[in-house]
């Protein structure tokens, strides 16, 4: 069983940056990382996804250039730096593992396990 821990959500005012920690315990090899995202009264959406073993990354159109992912493949933790925030980015923000392949990593479908997620909150 993988279980998932978020962390790094909070409060920052717009142009700030924040660090969102994964910490992955049961974690295959084989699976991908990302990172989804839920504003109030919207759908959940794709923000950012990593493969383990290679370290291919995906972003969504409205968060590159601004987010990065990373990950420690030391260690089991996944990255999500922000910068450059925007109000529109405020949100609960998960994190999810799954296997998955180029753009199908994007979708929530692929991703079996999912953290409880954290609070990003951008102020004007």
């Known amino acids: 069983q993988v279980h998932l821990v978020e962390s790094g959500g909070g409060l920052v005012q717009a142009g700030g940056s924040l660090r969102l920690s994964c910490a992955a315990s049961?974690?295959?090899?084989?699976?991908?990382m990302g990172w989804f995202r839920q504003a109030p009264g919207k759908e959940r959406e794709f923000v950012a996804a990593?493969?383990?073993?290679?370290?291919?990354?995906f972003y969504a159109d409205s968060v590159k250039g601004r987010f990065t992912i990373s990950r420690d493949s030391a260690k089991n933790p996944v990255y999500l730096q922000m910068n450059s925030l925007k109000p529109e980015d405020t949100g609960v923000y998960y994190c999810?593992?799954?296997?998955?392949?180029?753009?199908?990593?994007?979708?929530?479908?692929?991703?079996?396990?999912w953290g409880q997620g954290t609070q990003v909150t951008v102020s004007p």
């Open positions: 999810a593992a799954g296997y998955c392949v180029g753009d199908g990593c994007l979708d929530p479908i692929p991703y079996d396990y």
């Open positions: 049961g974690r295959k090899s084989s699976y991908a």
């Open positions: 990593i493969t383990w073993t290679a370290g291919n990354t």
